[in-house]
């Protein structure tokens, strides 16, 4: 079916990942989990797949720490605002 064309209109969404990009940052590739540590360059191949992994650990959970933090400031400027208004004061 050469030339044939799709009916259906391109997804406004954006692409789903791909197997093997669960990274939310750019890593240079220079800098293997960001670091730049001259140690790094003596770890053998099991080390790095480990420092691969708990890299991966460390960033998400990183990830969900600020989506938590942001709720509690989400919150406490709700209560901040109802605080003030109760007071009088807009």
Do not use: Y
């Not at 099991?46 to 938590?68: F, M, N, P, Y």
């Amino acid at each position: 079916m050469a030339g044939h064309t799709s009916c259906t209109a391109a997804p406004a969404t954006q692409a789903p990942p791909a197997i093997g990009h669960n990274s939310q940052q750019a890593i240079e590739p220079n800098e293997p989990f960001g670091l730049r540590a001259a140690w790094l360059h003596f770890a053998n191949m099991v080390e790095v797949r480990r420092l691969a992994k708990l890299h991966g650990r460390i960033t998400r959970r990183k990830q969900s720490l600020d989506e938590l933090v942001a709720e509690r400031q989400l919150i406490m400027n709700r209560c901040i605002r109802r605080m003030r208004r109760a007071q009088g004061k807009n």
